[in-house]
T-cell receptor, first 114, second 111 residues
Framework: NAGVTQTPKFRVLKTGQSMTLLCAQD?????MYWYRQDPGMGLRLIHY???????AKGEVPDGYNVSRLKKQNFLLGLESAAPSQTSVYFC?????????????FGEGSRLTVL | QQQVKQSPQSLIVQKGGISIINCAYE??????FPWYQQFPGKGPALLIA?????SEKKEGRFTISFNKSAKQFSLHIMDSQPGDSATYFC??????????FGAGTTVTVRA
């Protein structure tokens, strides 16, 4: 049972390049989230999904897009990377909402934008 | 601005000592307060959680104390062990999609 798997784990981009982070969960969870973690700022919600085919903005959505075409996958895209997007990105999933149950996190994807 | 303020940023404790991490919030709509533990190179994992109708919750060596009137809650790690060395995040939520995290506290337990 893999839980939440993120790929890639590390990536270096140049400013203006694009990329997609993939999150896959095998727990049949309805809710999926993308967070970014920066020193001294905790985790901030970028986008989230409450079910297959749905997406919504979190607190820091600018510069990112997401898609949830399949229930088990949640993709995070950067269309034109900027140095401010250098961060560690975490995907999470949960069976119920954030105020009722546990979020299961992946191991993170470290992105550096030069 | 962060909706949950966490302190201290870091702390060092001797093996067997007590680690205390404090969090404060303003949004009275918050109704769920979890703590997450994160080891280097790993994602956060749920440690313990509390709701505001309870003033204290204990699971093993970990205890959450909750003060609704002061809008504060804290994590106590009793008999701290080197394996407890990690970063701890408090969090708060009031709806089904948004979990607001504190900035995190790095705990180092010296043997």
């Amino acid at each position: 049972n893999a839980g939440v798997t993120q790929t890639p784990k590390f990536r270096v981009l140049k400013t203006g390049q694009s990329m997609t982070l993939l999150c896959a969960q095998d727990m049949n969870h309805e809710y999926m989230y993308w967070y970014r973690q920066d020193p001294g700022m905790g985790l901030r919600l970028i986008h989230y999904s409450v079910g297959e085919g749905t997406t919504a903005k979190g607190e820091v959505p600018d510069g990112y897009n997401v898609s949830r075409l399949k229930k088990q996958n949640f993709l995070l895209g950067l269309e034109s990377a900027a140095p401010s997007q250098t961060s560690v990105y975490f995907c999470a999933s949960s069976w119920t909402g954030a105020n009722t149950g546990e979020l299961f996190f992946g191991e993170g994807s470290r992105l550096t934008v030069l | 601005q962060q909706q949950v303020k966490q302190s201290p940023q870091s702390l060092i404790v001797q093996k067997g000592g007590i680690s205390i991490i404090n969090c404060a919030y303003e949004n009275t709509a918050f109704d769920y307060f979890p703590w997450y533990q994160q080891f280097p190179g790993k994602g956060p994992a749920l440690l313990i959680a509390i709701r505001p109708d309870v003033s204290e919750k204990k699971e093993g060596r970990f205890t959450i104390s909750f003060n609704k009137s002061a809008k504060q809650f804290s994590l106590h790690i009793m008999d701290s062990q080197p394996g407890d060395s990690a970063t701890y995040f408090c969090a708060a939520s009031w709806n089904d999609y948004k979990l607001s995290f504190g900035a995190g506290t790095t705990v180092t337990v010296r043997a």
